[in-house]
C-alpha cells in the first residue's frame, strides 16, 4: 500500500533529495503552493484568478488523487530525464 512520496532532482550542479513525506502532506504543500501564487510577479493576472476561483476544487482533486493511490503498490510515478536535469516521484 502507498503510504508516502520521496522526489528527487538531480542537476549538473544540485541535488535535491526530499525526505520522504505522507502522502496526505502533499494537500498541505499544495495549498501553500496555491497561496503563494498570489505573491509571485510571474504569474500572470489571468492565471492567479484562475487559481483563486479554483482553489477548492483543485484541493478536493488531490485528496482524491491521494485516495486512488493509497491502495496501489509502491511505483515510480514521474521520471523525467533532460540533458541538464533528472526528475524522480516515487510512490512508496
Not at 502522502?23 to 501564487?37: A, D, E, N, Y
Not at 514521474?78 to 536535469?85: F, G, H, N
Request: hydrophobic share 45%; net charge positive.
Amino acid at each position: 500500500m502507498a503510504k508516502k512520496i520521496k522526489i528527487r532532482i538531480q542537476t549538473e550542479d544540485r541535488h535535491i533529495n526530499l525526505p520522504k513525506m505522507r502522502l496526505s502532506h502533499m494537500v498541505w504543500f499544495v495549498r501553500i503552493g496555491l497561496w503563494t501564487t498570489k505573491f509571485s510577479d510571474t504569474v500572470d493576472p489571468q492565471t492567479r484568478e484562475l487559481i483563486k476561483t479554483n482553489k477548492k476544487e483543485i484541493i478536493r482533486l488531490i485528496k482524491v488523487v491521494i485516495k486512488e493511490l493509497k491502495p496501489m503498490e509502491p511505483f515510480t510515478l514521474v521520471e523525467v530525464q533532460s540533458k541538464d536535469a533528472n526528475v524522480l516521484i516515487d510512490i512508496l
